[in-house]
Nanobody, 120 residues
């Protein structure tokens, strides 16, 4: 009953920038944490950035200083601004959100993934 739809992926040259968006829709009362994960071929999915409902932010060291996570609570949307992209950033990027759907219901949801490819 909740969908997270991602957009903004694509092909970019090393040193370039992309901005990913993830919009949640459906039976939403409120959204708690939101985050971004990525998965490169043959590698496990890893958390790279997270933001709480109160605005507390954490990044994995490999993206710190280059990526910025933000959210627009009115739009139920989380963003990932990616600057100074490197070939090793190439991966499928997934957004994630903890969503309260009913008075008692709270669950974790995932976007469909969007491909980011950084060429050298």
């Amino acid at each position: 009953q909740v969908q997270l739809v991602e957009s903004g992926g694509g092909l970019v040259q090393a040193g370039g920038s992309l901005r990913l968006s993830c919009a949640a829709s459906g039976s939403i009362f409120s959204i708690g944490h939101m985050g971004w994960h990525r998965q490169a071929p043959g590698k496990p999915r890893e958390l790279i950035a997270a933001i709480t409902s109160g605005g507390s932010i954490n990044y994995v060291d490999s993206v710190k200083g280059r990526f910025t996570i933000s959210r627009d609570n009115a739009k139920n949307t989380v963003y990932l601004q990616m600057n100074s992209l490197k070939p090793e950033d190439t991966a499928v990027y997934y957004c994630n959100a903890g969503v309260t759907t009913t008075r008692w219901g709270y669950d974790n949801y995932w976007g469909q993934g969007t491909q980011v490819t950084v060429s050298s």
